[in-house]
Protein backbone atom coordinates (compact mmCIF):
# COMPACT_ATOMS: atom_id res chain seq x y z
CA UNK A 1 0.00 0.00 0.00
CA UNK A 2 1.94 3.23 -1.43
CA UNK A 3 -0.80 5.98 -0.19
CA UNK A 4 -0.67 8.95 -2.61
CA UNK A 5 2.46 9.26 -4.55
CA UNK A 6 3.14 12.08 -6.66
CA UNK A 7 5.78 12.67 -9.49
CA UNK A 8 8.27 14.33 -9.84
CA UNK A 9 9.38 15.37 -6.84
CA UNK A 10 11.06 18.06 -7.97
CA UNK A 11 10.67 20.38 -11.54
CA UNK A 12 12.41 23.41 -13.07
CA UNK A 13 10.22 25.10 -15.95
CA UNK A 14 10.96 27.83 -17.93
CA UNK A 15 8.07 30.17 -18.45
CA UNK A 16 5.67 29.59 -20.50
CA UNK A 17 6.18 25.76 -20.81
CA UNK A 18 3.57 23.47 -19.96
CA UNK A 19 3.55 20.36 -17.63
CA UNK A 20 1.46 17.71 -16.26
CA UNK A 21 2.04 17.06 -12.05
CA UNK A 22 0.78 13.52 -11.45
CA UNK A 23 -0.58 12.09 -8.23
CA UNK A 24 -2.38 8.58 -7.55
CA UNK A 25 -3.42 6.86 -4.58
CA UNK A 26 -3.97 2.71 -4.38
CA UNK A 27 -6.65 3.34 -1.01
CA UNK A 28 -9.55 3.72 -3.26
CA UNK A 29 -10.43 7.13 -2.20
CA UNK A 30 -13.18 9.12 -3.44
CA UNK A 31 -11.80 12.63 -3.06
CA UNK A 32 -8.88 13.81 -4.34
CA UNK A 33 -7.51 17.45 -3.98
CA UNK A 34 -4.33 19.55 -4.79
CA UNK A 35 -2.92 22.63 -2.77
CA UNK A 36 -0.28 24.44 -3.27
CA UNK A 37 2.36 25.30 -0.37
CA UNK A 38 3.73 29.16 -0.43
CA UNK A 39 5.86 30.72 2.24
CA UNK A 40 3.61 32.37 4.67
CA UNK A 41 0.53 31.42 2.93
CA UNK A 42 0.07 27.96 4.25
CA UNK A 43 -1.83 25.52 1.82
CA UNK A 44 -4.61 26.73 -0.07
CA UNK A 45 -6.78 24.80 -2.65
CA UNK A 46 -6.38 24.37 -6.33
CA UNK A 47 -9.06 21.62 -7.35
CA UNK A 48 -10.80 19.20 -6.09
CA UNK A 49 -12.93 16.27 -6.95
CA UNK A 50 -15.34 13.81 -4.93
CA UNK A 51 -15.09 10.81 -7.53
CA UNK A 52 -13.88 9.84 -11.31
CA UNK A 53 -15.29 12.48 -13.85
CA UNK A 54 -16.23 15.41 -11.04
CA UNK A 55 -13.93 17.86 -10.34
CA UNK A 56 -14.48 21.16 -8.90
CA UNK A 57 -12.62 24.28 -8.40
CA UNK A 58 -10.84 25.68 -5.33
CA UNK A 59 -9.56 28.54 -4.25
CA UNK A 60 -6.67 29.36 -6.27
CA UNK A 61 -7.59 27.35 -9.75
CA UNK A 62 -6.00 30.38 -12.32
CA UNK A 63 -3.32 28.90 -14.82
CA UNK A 64 -4.40 25.35 -13.81
CA UNK A 65 -6.21 22.41 -14.50
CA UNK A 66 -7.48 18.85 -13.81
CA UNK A 67 -9.26 15.46 -14.69
CA UNK A 68 -10.09 12.33 -12.59
CA UNK A 69 -10.92 9.75 -14.88
CA UNK A 70 -9.98 6.91 -12.85
CA UNK A 71 -10.67 7.00 -9.39
CA UNK A 72 -6.77 6.47 -8.80
CA UNK A 73 -5.14 9.35 -10.54
CA UNK A 74 -5.68 13.27 -10.51
CA UNK A 75 -3.20 15.03 -12.57
CA UNK A 76 -2.96 18.53 -12.17
CA UNK A 77 -1.67 20.66 -15.54
CA UNK A 78 0.10 23.70 -15.14
CA UNK A 79 -1.42 25.46 -19.40
CA UNK A 80 1.72 27.93 -19.76
CA UNK A 81 3.64 27.84 -16.19
CA UNK A 82 4.53 31.50 -14.90
CA UNK A 83 7.01 32.34 -11.82
CA UNK A 84 3.82 33.14 -9.84
CA UNK A 85 3.10 29.31 -9.80
CA UNK A 86 6.52 29.09 -8.28
CA UNK A 87 5.36 26.53 -5.24
CA UNK A 88 5.23 23.31 -3.76
CA UNK A 89 2.54 20.94 -4.71
CA UNK A 90 0.49 18.60 -2.31
CA UNK A 91 -1.93 15.92 -3.32
CA UNK A 92 -4.39 14.79 -0.89
CA UNK A 93 -6.86 12.12 -0.78
CA UNK A 94 -9.32 10.52 1.97
CA UNK A 95 -11.90 7.95 1.72
CA UNK A 96 -15.16 9.73 0.74
CA UNK A 97 -16.01 13.11 0.71
CA UNK A 98 -17.80 12.74 3.90
CA UNK A 99 -14.85 11.31 5.99
CA UNK A 100 -12.47 13.41 7.75
CA UNK A 101 -8.57 12.39 7.73
CA UNK A 102 -6.92 13.26 4.36
CA UNK A 103 -3.83 11.79 3.64
CA UNK A 104 -0.75 13.72 1.79
CA UNK A 105 1.71 12.92 -0.83
CA UNK A 106 4.94 13.79 -0.42
CA UNK A 107 5.24 16.94 -2.82
CA UNK A 108 6.00 18.39 -6.13
CA UNK A 109 8.80 21.32 -5.49
CA UNK A 110 8.50 23.54 -8.95
CA UNK A 111 10.27 26.57 -9.67
CA UNK A 112 9.45 28.48 -12.83
CA UNK A 113 11.85 30.56 -13.85
CA UNK B 1 -15.98 31.93 4.36
CA UNK B 2 -14.55 30.19 7.11
CA UNK B 3 -10.84 31.22 8.61
CA UNK B 4 -8.33 29.94 10.47
CA UNK B 5 -5.31 31.99 11.82
CA UNK B 6 -2.17 31.06 13.73
CA UNK B 7 -1.17 34.23 15.18
CA UNK B 8 2.06 32.99 16.04
CA UNK B 9 4.45 32.14 13.11
CA UNK B 10 7.60 30.92 14.93
CA UNK B 11 8.06 29.60 18.65
CA UNK B 12 10.75 28.25 20.32
CA UNK B 13 11.06 25.65 23.43
CA UNK B 14 13.99 23.59 25.34
CA UNK B 15 13.78 19.75 24.93
CA UNK B 16 11.84 18.47 27.89
CA UNK B 17 9.66 21.72 28.13
CA UNK B 18 5.93 21.95 27.22
CA UNK B 19 5.17 24.24 24.69
CA UNK B 20 1.60 25.64 23.34
CA UNK B 21 0.68 26.64 19.69
CA UNK B 22 -2.57 28.61 19.34
CA UNK B 23 -5.30 29.04 16.90
CA UNK B 24 -8.77 30.72 16.04
CA UNK B 25 -11.06 29.88 13.83
CA UNK B 26 -14.21 31.88 12.39
CA UNK B 27 -17.36 29.56 11.20
CA UNK B 28 -21.23 30.30 11.87
CA UNK B 29 -20.97 26.00 11.43
CA UNK B 30 -21.66 24.31 14.43
CA UNK B 31 -20.97 20.55 13.05
CA UNK B 32 -17.07 20.75 12.35
CA UNK B 33 -13.58 18.93 13.21
CA UNK B 34 -10.38 20.63 13.87
CA UNK B 35 -7.16 19.20 12.81
CA UNK B 36 -3.37 20.05 13.63
CA UNK B 37 -0.94 18.69 11.23
CA UNK B 38 2.87 18.52 11.32
CA UNK B 39 5.29 19.28 8.56
CA UNK B 40 9.11 18.56 8.92
CA UNK B 41 12.07 19.55 6.96
CA UNK B 42 10.75 16.60 4.95
CA UNK B 43 7.91 18.24 4.06
CA UNK B 44 5.18 15.25 4.60
CA UNK B 45 2.15 16.51 6.05
CA UNK B 46 1.67 14.11 8.87
CA UNK B 47 -1.69 13.98 11.39
CA UNK B 48 -1.15 14.85 15.17
CA UNK B 49 -4.16 14.99 16.28
CA UNK B 50 -8.10 15.34 15.93
CA UNK B 51 -11.19 17.22 17.17
CA UNK B 52 -14.54 17.09 16.41
CA UNK B 53 -16.43 19.60 17.42
CA UNK B 54 -19.53 17.74 19.13
CA UNK B 55 -17.19 16.62 21.32
CA UNK B 56 -16.77 18.52 24.74
CA UNK B 57 -13.31 16.03 25.83
CA UNK B 58 -10.57 17.36 24.42
CA UNK B 59 -8.33 15.25 22.29
CA UNK B 60 -5.24 13.64 23.35
CA UNK B 61 -2.15 11.80 21.74
CA UNK B 62 0.60 10.58 23.58
CA UNK B 63 2.28 14.00 24.35
CA UNK B 64 -0.02 15.81 22.12
CA UNK B 65 -2.87 17.47 23.71
CA UNK B 66 -5.81 20.26 22.18
CA UNK B 67 -7.12 23.32 24.51
CA UNK B 68 -10.50 23.07 22.47
CA UNK B 69 -12.98 26.26 23.50
CA UNK B 70 -15.48 26.35 21.17
CA UNK B 71 -17.24 29.27 22.37
CA UNK B 72 -14.18 31.24 21.56
CA UNK B 73 -13.19 29.30 18.41
CA UNK B 74 -9.92 28.73 19.69
CA UNK B 75 -8.08 25.27 19.20
CA UNK B 76 -4.45 25.06 20.91
CA UNK B 77 -2.33 22.43 20.75
CA UNK B 78 0.28 21.48 23.33
CA UNK B 79 3.18 19.29 23.38
CA UNK B 80 4.51 17.75 26.36
CA UNK B 81 8.30 17.35 27.21
CA UNK B 82 9.04 18.14 24.01
CA UNK B 83 11.75 16.21 21.82
CA UNK B 84 14.27 17.68 19.07
CA UNK B 85 11.86 15.40 16.38
CA UNK B 86 9.21 18.05 17.25
CA UNK B 87 10.64 20.61 15.27
CA UNK B 88 8.76 21.24 12.23
CA UNK B 89 5.92 23.19 10.93
CA UNK B 90 2.70 22.89 12.88
CA UNK B 91 -0.57 23.47 10.81
CA UNK B 92 -4.00 23.99 11.78
CA UNK B 93 -7.07 23.37 9.42
CA UNK B 94 -10.79 22.84 9.70
CA UNK B 95 -13.19 21.11 7.92
CA UNK B 96 -16.76 21.58 7.94
CA UNK B 97 -18.96 18.10 8.81
CA UNK B 98 -21.23 16.51 6.44
CA UNK B 99 -20.39 18.67 3.01
CA UNK B 100 -19.76 16.24 -0.04
CA UNK B 101 -16.78 18.89 -1.42
CA UNK B 102 -15.34 20.24 1.61
CA UNK B 103 -11.92 20.24 1.57
CA UNK B 104 -9.45 21.23 4.58
CA UNK B 105 -8.90 25.50 5.53
CA UNK B 106 -5.09 25.48 6.97
CA UNK B 107 -4.32 28.19 8.54
CA UNK B 108 -0.15 29.99 7.96
CA UNK B 109 1.47 27.36 9.90
CA UNK B 110 3.57 28.26 12.92
CA UNK B 111 7.20 26.70 12.86
CA UNK B 112 8.42 25.16 16.09
CA UNK B 113 12.13 24.54 17.18
CA UNK B 114 13.37 22.56 19.76
CA UNK B 115 16.60 23.28 21.39
CA UNK B 116 18.84 21.40 23.44
Known amino acids: NAGVTQTPKFQVLKTGQSMTLQCAQDMNHEYMSWYRQDPGMGLRLIHY???????DQGEVPNGYNVSRSTTEDFPLRLLSAAPSQTSVYFC????????????FGPGTRLTVL | AQTVTQSQPEMSVQEAETVTLSCTYD???????LFWYKQPPSRQMILVIR??????QNATENRFSVNFQKAAKSFSLKISDSQLGDAAMYFCAYKEEGQAGTALIFGKGTTLSVSS
Open chain 2, 51 to 56: QEAYKQ
Open chain 2, 27 to 33: TSESDYY
Open chain 1, 92 to 103: ASRRGAYYNEQF
Open chain 1, 49 to 55: SVGAGIT
